[in-house]
Structure formats: C-alpha cells, structure tokens
C-alpha cells in the first residue's frame, strides 16, 4: 500500500492495483505450510508419547524365552546333579554314591569322586544343586554329608581353571540303626539345622530328624551339636512325599491317599498342626506331585488328572474367634495336560515349572499365568533346579542325561490378572487389588494392581468436583450475569491468577497446614460451608421482602456489598457453634477412658466402622477444588459472557426474570462451552499430582469413605518413579500405570467433545 | 407526496384518519423527556402522548434517537450502564418509573420486537411459547394454541408448522424477523413496540407484517420505528419525526406526511435530506 502510495509510476498502470505481489503469495504460502508442519507435529508428538509409553509397557505382556542350550550325556545311573554358578561343570551322583565332574562343553570328566563307606552301602541320594550340599543316606541309616566346593585359580597368564573339591563329612547318625535310608532331606533354620531320613520299619513308614546346632566358639571355630534322632510324623498312615522348607519351619506329608498332613516345628520336635486333602472333590484323591514354592508358604499340588491346587498359609478365623495361620486353598490353577510328575519351584520368585503330559510349562503361582511351555525331554526328570537368578534350569532325565535350557523372562510376575484383576496374594486372607510395590524384605512379592490407583485417580477429582463445580459455575454466572462489569473486570485477572497458583503451594497448604487445621475442627467446618447456601437464600428471600425504595438504594449488580458480610457472619456462627453440635450429635465413649467425647473422628470410626485419617478426600477435594474452580470458572465465565447481549435482551424483554434468562437462555446457549470448562477442569483433576501426592498419605486404598485417603495414577508414578529401577516390573508398570492414565483423559476428552459438539449444534447461535 | 401515498406494491393501504377508534389519548404519555448514554444526550426535552389503540411511526435519519426513545419505554435501556434520565413516561396515567412498579410486569405489559433478529437457541415453539413460560404457564395445549394463534398473526405458521420442533436458528433471516413478531406477541401484551420490524423482509413479508400491524390495532397500541415513509404512511395513525435527538414534529400521519408544519420534516420526507 504504501509503496503504491509513493510511486506515482503505478497510477499510469491502473492494473497495477489489482496484481499480488509475490511475496504476499509466498508468505502465504510459507504461513500455510508452517501451520501445517506444526499441526502435524502435535498430532505426531502426541502418538510418539504413545508409541514410547506403549514400547516401554509392552515387555510386560510377553511370556518367558525359553531355549534348550544343549545336553550332555551322562552315566546312565546318575539320580541326582548339581552345578557350579555359571553351569559349565556339573556334577551327577550315582546311585552308589559316586560324584562325576563333567565340563559342559566337550562332556569330558574332570573328578570322579567315591565315598569311602567299608560295610555300608549308599541307599538314598539327595542333591541341593544351589548349595552344592550331597546327603547320602547309608544302608545302616546313617547319613553321610558331601560338600563341593569349587576352587577357582590363576595361572601366570591371568587364565581361571577351576577346580571341584569334594568334601565328605563323617556320617551321621540319623535314622534307627540297622534299617536303610529311603529319602534324606536336609534344611536350614535359623537356629538349628534339620536332617531328615525317611526308612521302611515292618512296611510302615518311620521319618526321623536330628537337629544340629552350629555355636561359634571363642577361636572362631564352629562346635556343632547334634541333637538324638527324634521321631517326627509318626502318625501319618503312609507316607508318599515329603516336602520339607528350606527354613525347616515346618514339615508336609503327604499320604498315599491323597491326604496332607502339615506339621510345625514347636521347637522340640515337630507337632501336628493340619491335615486335608487337595483333590478330596476329584475322582482320584490321590496327590501325583507336589512343590514348594519359593518363600516356604504355598504348596503347588498337581494331581493324576493334571488339576493344579495352590495352598498356602495365611490368617484364617477359627471356631473360637481367633485368627490363626493355617493352609488354605489360594487358586485353582489351570489343568495341565496330564498327570503331574514334578513340581520345581524358581529361586527368587513365585513361578514354579510343572512337568505333566510330555510338556513342560513355566506358571507363576500368584497370577496362574502360563510364562512358557515346552516339551519334555525323552526320559523321565529324576530332578530339575533353577538357576538362583532365574536365568536359566538343568534337568536330570533317567536316560543318562543332563539338559539345560536358559530362560529370558524379566517380567515374570506380571500379567493382565496382575494388573487388573483380583488376585489372591500369598498370607492375605482373599484375592484382592493391592498395590504395593516394594517392602524390606527379599521374599516380598510386589503387587502391581492398578485398580485401586484408578479407583483413587477418580475419586480425587470426584471430591474435587463435588467442591469446585458448584463453586465455580454458580461464580461464573454471577460474574458474567449480575456483577457490575467494573468488579468483572478485577475478578476475572485475579481468578486468572489463581489458576496460576503452582499445585504444589496448594498441596503444601493442604498437607502441612489445612490438614492438621481443619482435623479437630471438621464439624465446625461443615457447619460453616453449610450454612452458606442456606443463608445466601435467606439472604435472597430478605431482599426480596424489603420494599422498593429500599432496594433501590443499591444499584443492580451490587448487592454483594451487603450480602458478604451477612454471609461472612452467618459462617461466623456456625464455625463458632461448631462444637455444640458435635456434642449434641457426635458424642461417644472413648474406647480408653469409658467417658463420653464429643469427638467426630472417633464417631466416625465406631459407627461406620471405617478409617480416618486426618489426610484424607475432603482435604484433597477441598484443595483440589482451589485448583479446579479457576480453571472451570474462567471458562465457563468466557461462555457465558459471549452469549449476544441481543439473546438476554430479547429474554428480558418478553418479561423474562434476570434469573429465568440466565438459566433458560444464557446457560443453555452457553452450554458447551461450560462443559469444555467443566472437563478441562476434570482432566487437570485427573492429572493434578503434587496436591494428592502431598495431602494424602498416599495409600492405595479402595474405599469410597471419605475420611480415608487415596492413591492416583499420577501421584504414584510421582512417588515410585524415582525409585524404580529401569526396565524392571516396577517401572514398567509405572509407565502401564502413565499408559493407562493417557487412555483415560483421552476417552474422557473425547466424550467432552463429543457432547460439546452435539450441545453446540443444538444450541448455536448464529 | 403522491409516490409516498400511492406506493407501487399495494394500492389497499391509504393513510388513515386518525384517532378513528375510542380509548385514551394520552394512553402512553412522555413527558419533557430527556436522555444520557453516560455524557451523551440522545434525547431531548421529547412529550408526545400515544392514543390507546394506534399505531404511531417514529421516522428520523439513523443515529436520531428513534430506537433510543423506543427501548425507553419498556425500560430496556436499564441494561445499559451509565444512563440517565429526566422528564416522565407514564402508561395508562402510571408513571413507569414509579419505585413499586416492578420492570418485569412493565415489559410483559409493554412487547417488544427488536431492529435485528434475536431468536433463542431452542426450537421454533419454545421460542414462541417463552413469554408464557416465564409467567409460568404449563398447559400444554394452552402453550400450542397460543403458538399457533401467534404464528399465524405473524403470518409464519403456513411455512413451520411441519417444524416446530426444529431449531429457530434454521430459519431464513425474515422468517426469524417474523418468529420474533410471533413470540413478542404470544403473551398478547398491551403494547407492541417494533424496532424496524421489517428492515430483513422482503415485500411480500413486509405486506404480511404491515397486515398484520393493522389487525394487532385493534388490541394493541403499537410503536414502529421505521427508515421507510411509504411504509410509515401506509400503517401509522399518528407520526413523530426525530431529528439529533429532538422531536421536531409530531402529528397525524395524514398531516406530517401531506402537510408538514417544519420545513425539516418536510425535506426529510421528500428524500431531500441526509
Ligand atoms: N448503548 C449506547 N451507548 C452509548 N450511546 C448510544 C447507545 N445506543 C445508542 N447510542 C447513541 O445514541 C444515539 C441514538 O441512537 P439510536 O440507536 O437511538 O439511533 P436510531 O435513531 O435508532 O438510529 P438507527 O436508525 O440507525 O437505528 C446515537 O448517537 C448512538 O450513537
Ligand atoms: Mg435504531
């Protein structure tokens, strides 16, 4: 414009004024494509967030890698191995004892080890590959411990040989004299050591135990004492296995019949504590294999039909109204294909592998979840051990030979059931959603269920929105309807500004100061936010009985001059009546005096039977709604101001109230946009994470009382982010908890759409 | 003058006599009226006294205060911030400022159809029908014989009867002109004021809404302010010319447009003036 004004020249070529000038066009163009490249990039930004969370999460889904890794051929009477750390030299025992070294890679025998007996012979083996502990159990009843060690050393050129040791102890002493071992057992308490042989006296079975405790004496040196042999189960009629824990605390028999007998140590011997039978509902009672699983709790029971029982101990009411542990069927796991030949528990977690029908499948215990299946080898499994770190398991077969597979499973305690379904955790009295993701010690199974988080991720901001929404909407259409624009004008930038306000002032308000604040003072608190709505209609029905000249003396739009401090006052008296009515209303016996309180707290607690805490919903709700109402009233603010002026007018003049335009024509034109409001306001409920992670004790619980308090997704990702460990469950699912939580604010801000957009062509105005 | 008496669209309408009906003459009564937006005075030292049962025309170039004059009296002006007044309104001998009169019963007296088209976000009926609703009427066949009876006095019921549920907002532009003549006179009030009700219509509706004027006399008292002398001629008893805010004359129609005592209003109904 200004060039053509300048140039004279242009005025000669009258179509001159009608050309455009390149660089309009390509600035356009430029615009054009930037806007484009842009709009794209959010929309793609958007899905890689997605793409990243659902990368992260997706190990979670995928079962076990299992590979067979070779197997090495070895004597063909071998009944029991064992194996160094790395698995690169096994060992067999033979069934006379013998312990035969081989390398794994070429097979080459490295040791071959006899025990030195004279008369007696070897009739038991028993290997604990972890430990490299070897019982064998002696013709006399003695039994005879083996300790293989490997020795590692270094040659001049830094390469490592190494090279097993086998140490024999003298033997024991363990079961009646005179009569052969059958089965030996060993395992270690935290006081004593339990040697356990199991002998045939008159074709009726006999299981004797010593105990033997190591006391460290003045030099260092070790004395061991070795308790007298001492009968245990003797009153099992017959006795098919035995499953004796790794802590000795207690011992499982198990019957011919199909019945299981569980005993505990009380210290002496071991006294009977419960006997059942599994499979007692079945055709064939009868209990074809059994295993304990890491954690000495639950027992994996497989039966002749494949049926899978998993029992284990937990607190159970008894008759007389106290609450012991004793076993209880936890889960029925899935039939397996045939019947059970062996269950072997993993080192470390819950997953066991079950040998039945030729296959062999990996389960985890707590969610029945199948990690892998596989088939058997050939020969029938004389034994089978994990790796201590679950990396990889050996098994022995009667053919003569030892099988190795390796396993890649980094989420073996996870699955769809653990994340969002009921399950039933070992020592919890019934399936339930727990989240509770690390505790102090090693057996501690961590639980990952989302549901409660979700349960907590919605009632925040149900609590918050029950605060704020009234609140906020109610504002809004006092301010964009009654009040006098110049007060507008001062009220809008200063909510502008609470919207501002970092959560996590708000959070630090709520926990460390409201919290503790409003705790002893809650009936006073309801009194005082109670009573505002009531007085504020009293207020009303005042005005509207004072005459005319009266009301005229206060101009339209500002009558919260007056209407503040009767508001302010009413509240005052109620905060201050606060205590009558908790004693006229709330009064109970303290549970330690026997004198009446007046204390709702603990009314609360003793009549609705459910927690308090002093963190808890209505606090979160409370302060969340601080967050919430800026947000839902300056948008909803915005809409209703934009309603025409020419539609209220139009109202007014068909003689339409003040309030009967605001609410049949303001609102409804403005409807869509205070829904957009009111679920921008939900979505940052939903997401808000400092104020829950700081005014709550954080606790995922599933409970709608709202005195107690919550645990949301966001909050929890917050908390345990930092410490989760990259790559592990626990991180993943974090990010499944992160996955989840963008699915949820997406479906609900897809339904806000989707209802803005059918209330806005319902109500557009043109 | 001719051309203004014998417009070429309809030879019917002549320029009535005025005064033809009996009722009271001083029915709407303004008074040494005078008005503020905030320091701008828009009207001045106005007095004119409206007969019950007449149609009285408010003419004046744009920006003379005829619309000004017009939301005056059912108070419409109130919404405005920073308005004054001096002088007196009264309708049927009561002042309408008057501290006891509530506002809302006024505008329910005093109906009001307004120079650009404002119908509500609702359905065709609920937009008819809302003058009823908010004096609480339930009745449902009430609320549709009145729709009705509305709708075919402002000559739409032939073209939306099919729909009246649908929106109001899918009507043409004249058609909402109409559906707002329709809703402002559901609630049958005494007095009818029309800000430029014809200003988006063509002439067939125009000639509709012009019928419609005359038979709505015969109840109401009826203001229309309009850009149009044929159509003041043609529907007015009785006609106020404005001008900067100033009632410079009014008259019978038949006198103000045959023989105009000011020489403003003459030249301003010949087409000779801004
Ligand atoms: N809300 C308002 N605030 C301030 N001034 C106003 C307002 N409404 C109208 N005015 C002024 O008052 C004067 C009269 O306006 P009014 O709308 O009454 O004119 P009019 O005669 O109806 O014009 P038109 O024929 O163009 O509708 C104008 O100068 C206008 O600028
Ligand atoms: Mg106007």
């Known amino acids: ?766 | 003058m001719s051309q203004i008496m014998n417009p070429p669209s309809s030879s019917r309408i002549k320029v009535r006599p005025a005064a033809e009906r009996e009722g009271r003459k001083d029915y709407i009564s303004i008074r040494d009226f005078g008005f503020w937006y905030g320091e701008k005075k828009a009207l001045d030292a106005i007095s004119l006294d409206i007969p019950e049962r007449q149609v009285v025309a408010f003419i004046g170039p744009s920006g003379c205060g005829k619309s000004t004059l017009l939301r005056n009296l059912n108070r419409m002006n109130d919404l405005v911030d920073g308005i004054r007044h001096e002088g007196d309104i009264t309708i049927n001998g009561r002042s309408i400022y008057d501290p006891g009169l509530e506002v809302i019963s006024l505008r329910r007296r005093v109906g009001m159809v307004f120079q650009k088209s404002n119908p509500f976000p609702k359905s065709i009926f609920e937009n008819v029908v809302y003058a009823l609703r908010v004096v609480g009427v339930r009745d449902r066949a009430v609320l549709e014989e009145a729709c009705e009876t509305s709708l075919r006095k402002a000559a739409l019921w032939d073209e939306v009867k099919d729909r009246l549920n649908d929106s109001a907002l899918g009507l043409s532009g004249g058609q909402m002109q109409r559906l707002c003549i329709a809703r402002a006179i559901a609630n049958r009030p005494e007095i009818l004021l029309m800000d430029e009700p014809c200003s988006a219509l063509d002439p067939i509706a125009t000639g509709k809404i012009e019928e419609l004027i005359h038979e709505l006399k015969e109840q109401f008292t009826i203001v229309i302010v309009t850009h149009s002398m044929q159509q003041a001629a043609r529907v007015s008893d009785r006609t106020a010319f404005f001008y900067l805010g100033k009632q410079i004359e009014y008259d019978t129609t038949e006198k103000i447009f045959m023989n105009p005592s000011q020489a403003q209003t003459e030249a301003y109904i010949s087409g000779r003036f801004g």
């Open chain 1, 1 to 766: 414009m200004e060039t053509s004004d300048k140039k004279p020249s242009l005025a000669a070529a009258p179509e001159a004024r009608f050309t455009v000038s390149p660089m309009t066009l390509a600035t356009d163009r430029w615009m054009g494509r930037l806007i484009r490249f842009g709009g794209v990039g959010v929309v793609l930004a958007v899905f890689g967030m997605l793409a990243f969370l659902i990368f992260q999460v997706f190990p979670l889904f995928t079962g076990a890698k299992v590979e067979p890794v070779g197997s090495l051929s070895v004597p063909a009477g071998a009944v029991a191995f064992g194996e160094d750390e790395y698995g690169d030299l096994p060992y067999v025992v033979l069934a006379d004892g013998k312990v035969i070294f081989q390398r794994a890679k070429d097979g080459s025998k490295v040791l071959e080890w006899a025990p030195a007996l004279a008369a007696r012979r070897v009739t038991a083996v028993r290997s604990y590959p972890r430990s490299g502990l070897v019982f064998l159990g002696l013709s006399d009843g003695a039994v005879q411990e083996l300790r293989v060690v490997y020795r590692s050393t270094f040659d001049a050129a830094g390469k490592r040989t190494v090279e097993p040791v086998v140490t024999a102890l003298e033997p024991l002493q363990v079961g009646k004299p005179g009569l052969p071992c059958v089965e030996v057992w060993n395992a270690k308490g935290a006081q004593a050591r339990l040697i356990l042989v199991r002998q045939e006296e008159a074709g009726r079975p006999l299981l004797t135990a010593v105990r033997l405790t190591e006391r460290k004496g003045l030099g260092g040196k070790a004395k061991v004492t070795v308790s007298a042999p001492f009968v245990v189960a003797a009153d099992a009629a017959s006795v098919d296995k035995v499953l004796l824990p790794s802590t000795a605390e207690s011992l499982i028999v198990i019957g011919k019949s199909g019945e299981v007998r569980t005993y505990a140590d009380d210290g002496a011997t071991f006294s009977f504590l419960q006997a059942f039978t599994p499979f007692k509902e079945s055709g064939d009672p009868a209990v074809a294999s059994a295993g304990m699983i890491f954690g000495n709790v639950s027992v994996v029971f497989v039966s002749r039909t494949g049926e899978q029982q998993v029992w284990s101990m937990y607190p159970q009411l008894q008759p007389d109204g106290k609450s012991l542990r004793r076993w209880g069927k936890i889960h029925d796991g899935e039939a397996l294909a045939g019947a059970g030949e062996g269950v072997y528990a993993a080192e470390g977690n819950k997953c066991y592998l079950a040998v039945a029908g030729g296959k062999l499948q990996i389960r985890n215990m707590t969610t029945g979840s199948l990690r892998w299946e596989g088939d058997a080898p050939s020969g029938s499994i004389r034994q089978l051990a994990f790796a201590g770190n679950y990396d990889r398991f050996t098994a022995l077969s009667a053919d003569g030979k030892l099988h190795r597979w390796s396993i890649v499973d980094h989420h073996p305690e996870s699955s769809w059931g653990a994340f969002f379904g009921k399950i039933w955790y070992e020592g919890a009295t019934g399936p339930a959603y727990t989240w509770q993701s690390s505790a102090g010690s090693d057996e501690f199974e961590a639980k990952y269920s989302l549901v409660p988080l979700f349960y907590g991720t919605v009632k925040g901001p149900f609590y918050a929105l029950l605060f704020a929404l009234p609140i906020a909407l109610t504002a809004a259409i006092y301010v964009s309807q009654f009040l006098r624009p110049e007060y507008r004008q001062v009220v809008k930038p200063v909510m502008e500004i609470m919207a501002s306000l970092p959560s996590v002032v708000l959070g630090f308000l709520a926990g460390l100061w409201l919290a503790p604040l409003v705790d002893p003072r809650l009936i006073s608190l309801f009194c005082a936010v109670g009573i505002l709505a009531p007085a504020a209609l009293f207020a009303g029905f005042l005005w509207s009985v004072l005459p005319q000249p009266v009301r005229r003396q206060v101009k339209p739009g500002m009558e919260f001059l007056w209407l503040l401090p009767f508001l302010a006052l009413c509240a005052f008296f109620a905060w201050k009546s606060g205590p009558a009515v908790e004693a006229a209303f709330f009064t109970v016996k303290d549970s330690a005096s026997g004198l009446p309180i007046a204390d709702f707290r603990e009314w609360w607690r003793q009549t609705t039977g459910a927690t308090y805490d002093s963190r808890n919903s209505l606090v979160v709700g409370f302060v969340m709604g601080f967050a919430v109402i800026p947000i839902v009233f300056t948008i909803a603010e915005d809409a209703l101001s934009n309603v025409p002026n020419s539609l209220v007018s139009g109202s007014l003049a068909l003689g339409a109230s003040r309030w009967q335009t605001v609410w049949s024509v303001v609102v409804p034109t403005a409807i869509s946009g205070i829904v957009s409001g009111v679920m921008i306001g939900f979505g940052r409920a939903i997401g808000e994470t400092m104020i829950v992670v700081m005014a709550t004790g954080n606790t995922a619980v599933m409970e709608s009382n709202p005195f107690s308090g919550m645990r949301t997704l966001s909050a929890n990702i917050a908390v345990e982010l930092p410490e989760a460990a990259s790559g592990h469950t626990h991180y993943r699912a974090l990010f499944l908890g992160a996955c989840c939580l963008f699915l949820l604010t997406f479906v609900i801000n897809t339904l806000a759409e989707v209802l803005r957009q059918r209330l806005r062509e319902r109500y557009k105005v043109v």
